[in-house]
């Protein structure tokens, strides 16, 4: 007997939210890091992974304009932090001389965090969440 595996076909919407679930997921693990030795390699793995997916994002949205209707409102956030928020390098910097900080690891995390928040892009992921729960 052969198996044949069926794959299953993945809508629009299940990728979206997909992916913004796992950009609320590193946010709420950045909020709540205590700024101990060793968070700095967390923040730099969350930050990449956030960056990433919200390129992917913003790539899927360029090249499905049909879909977009009710994700218009998270385009210029998203775009905007994309272009003027670069926090890998400073990561880098930093791990170099003050890992160990907790002062200048609370005040990146928390410099991060406001990046985020800036033009309510974590606000509309979470409520595109929460609409289609």
Do not use: C, W
């Amino acid at each position: 007997m052969v198996r044949v595996k069926t794959m299953k076909m993945v809508s629009f919407d299940e990728y979206i939210r997909g992916v913004l679930k796992q950009i609320d997921d590193s946010h709420t693990l950045l909020q709540n890091l205590r700024d101990k030795p060793g968070d700095l390699d967390i923040i730099k793995r969350e930050i990449a992974k956030i960056t990433g997916l919200l390129q992917a994002l913003g790539s899927k949205f360029q090249t499905n304009k049909d879909d977009l209707s009710e994700y218009e409102h998270i385009l210029s956030p998203l775009f905007y932090y994309l272009e003027n928020h670069e926090f890998l390098r400073e990561i880098e910097i930093m791990s170099l001389l003050y890992s160990e900080d907790p002062l200048r690891l609370k005040n990146l995390r928390l410099t991060i965090l406001d990046a985020l928040d800036e033009k309510n892009l974590i606000g509309h992921i979470k409520l595109i969440l929460r609409q289609k729960e």
